[in-house]
């Protein structure tokens, strides 16, 4: 069964740092996403990137993130400077079809920001 | 995307069905009615979705009211690895494809 894969699977960083985040969607998906979910809360919705372009963010997603789709199968999520408070998991998702279609979620990624 | 409203947490007993209800009174005519569950840190994962009638798949059956104002998961033989967090969501055509979670709820297959 095709899935979304996710790496790394745990980055530890410094403050100040900056770190990417790869995903690589299932290959025929057009909609992809990135998530984050701050240990015990709940899932929040970031960016949604289409046909190349960011079609929807939210109010999270400052000038700190940015997201790319450098080639034909890699989705990242850039942070600039990382802050204590962007330790969480992140997670990248997609899909075919945005109206009726199941949104595929990878198994994260682990940031901790010391 | 209209509101749902979730209990915090359920009990189930192994091997029994569980019934998690969702409340979502102000959904509209072209909204789906998506589960999704966590199993602890893990990526969420999809369970099934409905427009109006009731579906059936290998994991769950969904049953949506006639009015569409509450819906029902069920997971017909509970086993303990069914214990995660389930997300009644309702998402409309014509956005982003986002999915927004809210708190969901805990269920707890219990042996």
């Known amino acids: 069964e095709p899935e979304v894969t996710q790496t790394p699977s745990h980055q530890v960083t410094q403050m100040g740092q900056e770190v990417i985040l790869r995903c690589v969607p299932i290959?025929?998906?057009?909609?992809f996403y990135w998530y984050r979910q701050i240990l015990g809360q709940k899932v929040e919705f970031l960016v949604s990137?289409?046909?190349?372009?960011?079609?929807?963010k939210s109010e999270i997603f400052d000038d700190q993130f940015s997201v790319e789709r450098p080639d034909g199968s890699n989705f990242t999520l850039k942070i600039r400077s990382t802050k204590l408070e962007d330790s969480a998991m992140y997670f990248c998702?997609?899909?075919?079809?945005?109206?009726?279609?199941?949104?595929?979620f990878g198994e994260g990624s682990r940031l901790t920001v010391l | 995307d209209a509101k749902t409203t979730q209990p915090t947490s359920m009990d189930c007993a192994e091997g029994r069905a569980a019934n998690l209800p969702c409340n979502h009174s102000?959904?509209?005519?072209?909204?789906?009615v998506y589960w999704y569950r966590q199993i602890h840190s893990q990526g969420p994962q999809y369970i099934i979705h409905?427009?109006?009638n009731n579906e059936t798949n290998e994991m769950a059956s969904l049953i949506i009211t006639e009015d569409r104002k509450s819906s029902t998961l069920i997971l017909p033989h509970a086993t303990l690895r069914d214990t995660a967090v389930y997300y009644c969501?309702?998402?409309?055509?014509?956005?982003?494809?986002?999915?927004?979670f809210g708190q969901g709820t805990t269920l707890q297959v219990k042996p």
């Open positions: 998702a997609s899909i075919r079809d945005r109206d009726t279609g199941e949104l595929f």
């Open positions: 290959s025929n998906h057009l909609y």
């Open positions: 990137f289409y046909n190349n372009e960011i079609s929807e």
């Open positions: 102000t959904i509209s005519g072209n909204e789906y």
């Open positions: 409905g427009l109006k």
């Open positions: 969501i309702v998402r409309g055509s014509g956005n982003t494809g986002k999915l927004i």
